[in-house]
């Protein structure tokens, strides 16, 4: 069944569903195979088992994707739900924190210093690696810090499924101000509905001007709390060392808001943070576990590829056997290099592991996402708000068209401008809007060739314009839900009449002989004679031995008939046509 295509409700399949099922009970009743179930799962970001629970809201958006009309099984109402139960051995996890900013504005220069600065007692001297990211221990507590600075690899990941950041660390230098990769971090963040803790950097430099940033930064919607909003702000100096302990403390504190949990007891999945392969080692992977934990001897699935887990390292390089929620490892054991922002899961053996990897690899490209398909998900209730990346060729136009996108839309459905800015299109902007699951409109601008490329992979849409009505028109049409796709006409087949016999009920019916492709029932079709179109229509029977058939190949004998009082003979060409979409 194809899991994307909107079906009318009424005409869906029931389906009775308790308050927690296996995957494997799930696919049962769906009537779909158990691979099919967990694929689907990984699109909404779930890594599952064949024999993990999910609660009764997952399950029945599950069975809602495959086309069913979900009822509640009388026992819903009594049990508790799955996360209930499972809120009582959720433990504590560290907050996993990514630090973005513009660049040369001290990113690497604060995580050197944290790294540095914050190790135990005992690791101290030791040899530091990078695998990608690093736990740093404050009185007693860990903090994971993602050390590939930057907002691509933030957003790269987020566009695979993988939500990996528990809060951003938001580097802006004192002396240069908020800058243009500043406000694009921030968008990011936004987007992700990721926390912002700011850093105002090289408070040590004499043109340092803190204020300056807080205010450009309020411009932004980002208020720091001593003038009464709720983004925490702090000075440091990577450099002298300033501020550091300050701002840790603080991210504990967003940390404790956030009340970050994890079930430590169960089997491991999370995120490929860095992948490579070594010359002597073998394929190496840097995984951050984020829920579960992951044990040398577990067999794991990572996108593409899996593998026996033979060693794990910890971010010091040292040997350890197990690795609980917001510990990165570094492993040993997969069959080949996975990518960075793939998901991996424990699974159960080798079989599992192989039809998995196997599905994930011939799954089908994801369908782009082109302003036509996402009208008719707005007309059809799927979708209450588009989101718009927006690329202009100066700064003077992006406030008039924002403002007019933002004032466009009904009550289903409005566009929200998530990312503004002049310049051209970029691979962090197509990145942003994968995420998101939006579109880019650019106006008077062009596409780098890296974002054109990252655009058909990841199936963004990317709209010029030069004309600003025609911009607003499409997209106006797009949130009213009638933008209608174009079609154009593919031949698909052909048909010599040799023969043409009166019948009572269909007037007349053409004896075709089919030489190319094929024909159907339904399909459009031209009449040649001549090589010059004499007549169209439709095909409104198809009939071999008298019995009704819905098609015919190329190399069979048929009888046709034509709706409508549309002329034929002997001799004629009949052309069959399929309409296909055009984006
Ligand atoms: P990134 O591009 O954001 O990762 O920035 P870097 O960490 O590479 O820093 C860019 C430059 O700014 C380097 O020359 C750093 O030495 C310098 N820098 C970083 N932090 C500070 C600071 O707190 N004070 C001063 N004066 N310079 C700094």
């Known amino acids: 069944m194809d899991v994307n295509k909107p079906r009318l409700k009424k005409d869906l399949p029931q389906v009775e569903l308790p308050s927690s099922v296996t995957v494997k009970q799930l696919a049962n009743a ?34 809602a994707d495959f086309g069913y009309n979900v009822k509640t099984a009388a026992e819903h109402r009594v049990l508790p739900t799955r996360k209930e139960r499972e809120k009582k051995r959720l433990s504590v996890r560290s907050p996993v924190v990514t630090v973005m900013g513009h660049v040369d504005h001290g990113k690497t220069s604060l995580l050197d210093v944290i790294r540095k600065t914050n190790v135990t007692a005992r690791e101290v001297g030791a040899i530091t690696q990078h695998i990608g990211a690093y736990q740093a221990f404050v009185d007693g507590r860990k903090i994971t810090f993602l050390d590939t600075p930057g907002h691509e690899a933030f957003t790269a990941m987020r566009s695979r499924g993988a939500q990996v950041t528990d809060i951003v660390i938001l580097v802006v230098a004192a002396d240069d101000g908020v800058m243009p990769q500043t406000v694009e971090a921030i968008n990011h963040a936004k987007a992700a509905k990721v926390p912002i803790v700011v850093a105002i950097n090289k408070i040590d430099k004499p043109d340092a001007n803190p204020e300056r940033v807080k205010q450009q930064l309020a411009d932004l919607g980002l208020v720091v709390e001593e003038w009464g909003g709720d983004t925490v702000c702090v000075p440091i100096s990577a450099k002298r060392e300033q501020g550091i302990s300050d701002l840790l403390e603080n991210l504990f504190l967003v940390a404790d808001i956030l009340e970050l949990k994890a079930d430590a007891d169960r089997a491991a999945e999370g ?24 044990r040398q001897g577990n067999i794991v699935v990572a996108g593409d590829t899996w593998g026996k887990i033979k060693v794990m390292f910890d971010d010091k390089g040292n040997r350890i056997h197990k690795a609980e929620p917001s510990t990165p490892v570094e492993v040993l054991g997969l069959n080949e290099v996975a990518k960075s922002g793939d998901l991996f899961m424990v699974v159960l053996n080798e079989h599992e592991a192989r039809s998995i990897v196997e599905e994930h690899k011939y799954s089908r490209p994801r369908p782009t996402l082109s302003l036509s398909t996402l009208s008719s998900q707005i007309s ?34 409005k566009a929200r401008v998530m990312h503004a800015a002049s310049g051209i299109i970029t691979e962090s902007d197509v990145l942003l809007a994968s995420a998101s699951k939006g579109i880019i409109i650019g106006f008077n601008t062009t596409t780098s060739p890296g974002a054109i490329q990252l655009a058909n992979s990841e199936a963004v849409s990317i709209r010029q314009y030069d004309v600003i009505y025609k911009l607003i028109e499409d997209v ?45 029932r339904d399909a459009q079709v031209k009449i040649l004679r001549q090589n010059k179109i004499v007549g169209e229509s439709r095909v409104s029977s198809l009939r071999r031995y008298k019995e009704d058939v819905a098609e015919v190949s190329a190399g069979l004998e048929c009888g046709l008939a034509i709706e409508g009082n549309v002329d034929f003979q002997t001799g004629d060409i009949i052309e069959s046509y399929r309409k296909e979409r055009v984006e």
Request: hydrophobic share 40%; proline share 4%.
């Open 30 to 63: 769906l009537k779909v195979e158990p691979v099919k179930v967990i694929k689907q799962l990984m699109r909404k970001g779930i890594m599952a088992n064949i024999n993990q629970t999910m609660d009764f809201d997952t399950a029945s958006a599950i069975a």
């Open 271 to 294: 995120v490929v943070i860095e992948a490579k392969l070594d010359k002597t080692k073998g394929p190496l992977a840097t995984l951050l576990v984020q829920r579960g934990t992951l």
């Open 380 to 413: 059809d209730g799927q979708i209450k708000e588009l989101p718009i990346v927006l690329k202009t060729d100066v700064d003077g136009s992006i406030e008039p068209i924002k403002t007019s996108l933002e004032r466009l839309g009904t009550d289903r459905a």
């Open 476 to 520: 106006d049409r797009t949130l009213k839900g009638m933008l209608e796709p174009t079609y154009t006409e593919v031949l698909s087949g052909r048909a010599e009449v040799r023969a043409v016999f009166p019948s009572s009920k269909l007037g007349k019916i053409a004896g075709v002989y089919v030489t190319e492709g094929k024909v159907w």
